[in-house]
């Protein structure tokens, strides 16, 4: 397989902790992200966000990448990036008002000629958030115009989806633009199936008149990590939403799913282990009276040494009420 030679580092901060690691760590920060009440902070000199959701527990959360290897900073391409010499971090935000569709589509295309055009063609991992995910626009729904854009711009720049889906995720926040922020890299990734459900970019079209194109999980070597990040993950089996309207259910078919990809990892590289130290999850909440049903649930099947964040936020169909991303570090050299 091949190999990623930086290892990367992500942590899940609040505003103190993140400020201590911009100077510890000058110079190795990938990029930011900030989850919860409007900034009243400086914004950092690395690639940054701030997307408005709900933090359940804390005050603001940042989501932090950094890198053993320096980074570069190059935000040519209107997007904001930086680098070490096997992954790329970026970041862009763009208006999501109107025309979402073709807002996806432009995005992504400036996405892929970027991470072409640098050198870092293959997308790892991809996060979007926008507001009114669930809402109606002329006739569909926001997220399923997102979905046509997305699609339209994998076809537009040749990249076949079956092989080039990262994993990915699609939040509904309480307002502001489209947000995109990914990791690419020079050597391709290795997509990870679920065997309990559909490839998303093969579901029926009544989900939509494309399909969402992401890969349950995307795999990748480091020389001292491996990495495995996992999509937004929810009570789906096949294609079919399960357990509507029952959050404990819905947890625990959620947590059979990360389960299911951690496991189709491993048999992809047995290096790979899910014993819960190493991994960090996002868990989004559509109901925040829903968090201690979800909090007990996660905590049950991952114990408490897992990093679990819990962030409110619309779910990208209107009858999820839990989704949980994830990544898992193994190391190797062990
Ligand atoms: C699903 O499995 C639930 O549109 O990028 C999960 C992860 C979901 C990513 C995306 C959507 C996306 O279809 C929703």
Redesign the pocket.
């Given at each position: 397989m091949n190999r990623v030679r930086a290892a990367l580092g992500l942590d899940y901060l609040d505003a103190q902790q993140f400020e201590a690691v911009r100077l510890a760590k000058k110079g190795h920060v990938l990029g930011a992200i900030a989850f919860g009440s409007r900034p009243d902070y400086e914004v950092p000199d690395c690639p940054f966000a701030w997307i408005d959701l709900l933090t359940l527990e804390r005050d603001a959360v940042f989501e932090v990448w950094t890198s053993e290897q320096p980074v570069v900073r190059d935000d040519s391409y209107g997007i904001a990036t930086t680098r070490n010499e096997d992954v790329l971090f970026g970041c862009l935000q763009v208006d999501a008002e109107t025309h979402l569709e073709q807002s996806a589509h432009r995005a992504y295309c400036s996405v892929f000629d970027a991470i072409d055009r640098l050198g870092y063609g293959h997308l790892l991992r991809?996060w979007?958030y926008f507001p009114r995910i669930n809402a109606d626009a002329d006739g569909l729904e926001r997220?399923r115009r997102?979905?046509v854009g997305?699609h339209e711009a994998f076809l537009s720049r040749h990249r076949k989806i079956e092989e080039h889906a990262p994993?990915?995720?699609?939040l509904g926040t309480r307002g502001g633009p489209l947000t995109i922020y990914f990791l690419a890299a020079r050597q391709a990734g290795q997509p990870v199936s679920n065997p309990r459900?559909w490839a998303?970019y093969r579901?029926p079209e009544s989900?939509g008149p494309r399909g969402?194109?992401?890969s349950?999980a995307m795999l990748a070597q480091t020389d001292a990590d491996m990495l495995l990040f996992i999509?937004?993950?929810?009570s789906?089996v096949d294609?079919r939403t399960l357990h509507s309207g029952n959050v404990e259910e819905q947890a625990s078919e959620t947590v059979r799913n990360l389960r299911a990809v951690v496991e189709q990892a491993r048999l992809a590289d047995p290096r790979f282990s899910d014993d819960g130290a190493g991994v960090s999850f996002k868990t989004y909440v559509r109901d925040s009276r829903h968090l201690p049903a979800i909090r007990k649930r996660v905590a049950e099947a991952f114990g408490h040494d897992a990093a679990v964040v819990y962030l409110g936020a619309d779910?990208?169909?209107s009858d999820?009420l839990v989704?949980v991303?994830g990544v898992c570090f193994a190391r190797t050299d062990a």
């Open positions: 991809v979007h997220y997102f979905n997305r994993a990915a995720c699609a459900q998303p579901y989900y969402p194109a992401f349950r999509s937004g993950t929810a789906i294609h779910i990208c169909r999820l989704e991303e």
